[in-house]
């Protein structure tokens, strides 16, 4: 591989620094067909505290789901149950679960806060040095945002006393040979402005085999044996220097951690549909992720980046086979991480959540429509999970996560079901939720009469409420306390965030529900995308794009608004009907850049909005730095 790159007088030389000395360490892959021996002073145990907030978590959700099925049976029963009445109560009990799973994480959440129970720390004298690679997997990104990144977070490391060693290596797959120029040019300037002390590093493979998951092994096998961790990051990751040396430091003291997760607050967002996902994650995210960090313990999970791995467990434990896809065919497992983190408990290590680590940052797709083509590969990567839920050997717990990532796609369609049947149900303002409009039809059964005051309306309230409640509470709490408003704006310009929020979300829930629908229907039969670089930076899609992406939400919009004028579908589906046949205007407007002139609560403005972080400041210096050096073709002499 060509590593060289132009001088400050545009001469071809060799970049500054390629790689250091092989060190290799082995990999092995796993077999998913048997149980890993546990290495000794490793366990897969786990305490009663952790069983009660278990308990906690899944008791309350599972009689809630119980109860109300049982309550939908004893009226649907009443007249005796067709095939369509079973697959209507399964659709409501399987959809209904999970809601409250969400009520149930946040219940958690707040029962753990309220328990105030105190963090297990250990005194920085127990602290031992650790070599620490900081690894950046790219591919066809924008090298001026990704080295100004490297070099804000590599500062902000000089300023941390740390007793760890830290070197930087970014390791492209990148295909487009404009990009990579401009990659090795970036290093090259990267390698003069990095502070002393710090290695920075960079390789371009010569063939992208298995993607991220094969450019990570190529460095694990080829140099991780001279690091006892490695702390991933995407190519729009940043975190502050305290965050990855607390990460070490956790780590370091933890002989039973494999790896680490952090929680990566959304930033740099700049567009409507940027700006909902922001405000979501920072004001209400926080809750879920207390109550998934309180309840998960030991078995918690990995997102593929903003997180520290012990190098040497990951290589023992976490290599990942191909798997055998549809016609016989090798296929690559492509939502790894999920997976990594199971391998990882299987093999005894601990996976650690702490969400209270902040300074951990990554970006949102500023668009609905890249939003929804990240979502496809993502779907087509969490559905093959549902086949590693037989892998010997894995926690309990692991296979929830695995499971649960692929279910978050499958609701969709679950939701499409309950609305076609919705559709078919009552006519007007005296039809209740499961009285079907054709009475002669002995396929279609009807509503008890006893139940004839339960309609359209109280469903539809019962169901957004439950969906809302993690939400409302999370907003409830922050609107009690003066200074959590005050980092919002103030409390009348977080309530009105707040409600642009809700509405927005509504608004795109349904467009949203269509698109992951597709998804599904593309994995379950083999439509598989190409390889692209995820859309860091929001541009406007042109008329022509938006309606054909979007023709399948506008087409069963406008067919559920004429079954509406006919009056042959219940009136409490206006708001859901008025989604799909605004998908394209609502599209457009998610790609329009929030106006600094709107007031605060009509920008949702949140915490790292009014008062962006130091290092988030410092990396959009050194990316603007970075961007007119490589725009200019010059680098500075060493």
Known sequence: MDHRVKDCFGHIGTAPSTMP??????????DLTACPGIPAGQSNKN????????????????????????????????AGMTGLEWVLLTMIGVTFIWVTLSVSTVGVAIAGLLAREKAQTRPRSDVLPLDVALLVPIYNEV?????????????????????????????????????AEEEQRAFAALTVSAPDGFAVYYRRREN???????????????????????LVLDADSLMTGRAIDRLADELSVDPHAGLIQTFPMLIGAETVFARLQQFSNIAYGWLLAEGLAKWARSEGNYWGHNAIIRTKAFAASAGLPHLQGRKGKSELILSHDFVEAGLLRRAGWCVRFLPRVTGSFEETPGTLIDYALRDQRWCRGNLQHLKLLKTAGLHPVSRYHLFHGA???????????????????????ETNVVRYFNEANPLFPDWPPEMS??????????????????????????????KATKAYGGRASFLTAFAVEIILSIAYAPIMMIQQTRAVLRAVFGKSDAWVAQARSAQAYPIGTLMRFHWVETALGFLLLVGLGAGLVSLWLIPIVASLCLAVPLSALSAVPLPSSLPNGLKMQSPNTIREPAIVRRARLERSRLRTLLNSAQLPAE
């Open 21 to 30: 000395v092989r060190a290799p360490l082995s990999m092995r892959i796993q």
């Open 47 to 78: 305490s009663s505290k952790t069983f009660k907030w278990r308990m906690a978590l899944f008791l309350p959700a599972l009689v809630a789901t119980g109860l109300l099925v049982m309550a939908m049976y004893t009226w649907l029963s009443e």
């Open 143 to 179: 090298p001026s945002d990704v080295f100004g990144n490297a070099s804000a977070m590599l500062d902000d490391l000089e300023r941390q006393n740390s007793l760890h060693r830290y070197t930087l290596f970014v390791l492209s797959d990148t295909r487009d040979e404009a990009i």
């Open 208 to 230: 992208n085999l298995d993607k991220k998951v094969g450019n990570l092994v190529d460095w694990i096998t080829g140099w991780g044996a001279a690091y006892g961790a490695m």
């Open 407 to 429: 279910v978050s796609y499958l609701l969709s369609p679950a939701w499409f079901f309950l609305l076609v049947v919705w559709a078919l149900l009552g006519v007007d303002s």
């Open 453 to 482: 005051h339960i309609d359209s309306a109280v469903f539809l309230i019962i169901m957004y409420a439950m969906l809302l409640a993690p939400k409302m509470v999370g907003a409830g709490i922050i609107a009690l306390h003066p």
